[in-house]
């Protein structure tokens, strides 16, 4: 009938705290970088704490706190337990940095992405590539993807790539695509709630 928590606002008090009474007792433990500050900053700080504990197996619970609405904190909650591989993967998007070898804005094209997936349950690795010298090997390795240059776009699903499209089509094609894997794997698209293309556990 007892947790313990030993909450701090620094990630590194708090890390030491908790391993020093994970040595010392064996209650559950909560786990909280406490009053960790604006969304940006606070998530650094739970993921960099959270992820040296519970790599450890220190740790039963977690609390992010962030000057954020509480659903921003379960979102974070939830992708770093996702990272870890703690809780059962859902929607992953990888994506290329800034390079000098980017032949479209990868940033948008990441954007547009992840927000017209929105609110996706399935386990779904989705690779938003911007060049062809390490594009088609990353969206090779994902469940699906795009190797975008000289205004196209090459549409990888399981490996293959199954189409070649305007780089103005990337986004639609890839969210369809998402939809149709969605569907082979049991889960329904007509349950969206109208808020994009969500889609939920039938």
Known sequence: ??????KHNDPVVMVNAYRLLAERCDYPLHLGVT?????FQGTVKSAVAF????????GD?????????????VKVGIQILESLGLRERRLEIVSCPSCGRAQVDVYKLADEVTAGLEGMTVPLRVAVMGCVVNGPGEA???DLGVASGNG??????KGEVIKTVPESKIVDTLIEEALKIAERMGVDPQ?????GPTVTVA
């Open 1 to 6: 009938d007892i947790k313990i928590s030993v």
């Open 35 to 39: 009053e960790a500050g604006p969304a």
């Open 51 to 58: 992820g040296a504990l519970l790599s450890e197996g220190i």
């Open 61 to 73: 619970t977690i609390r992010v706190s962030l000057s954020a609405p509480p659903a921003e904190e």
């Open 140 to 142: 090779r390795e994902a």
């Open 152 to 157: 196209k776009g090459q549409i990888f699903v």
């Open 191 to 195: 349950e969206a709630d109208g808020a």
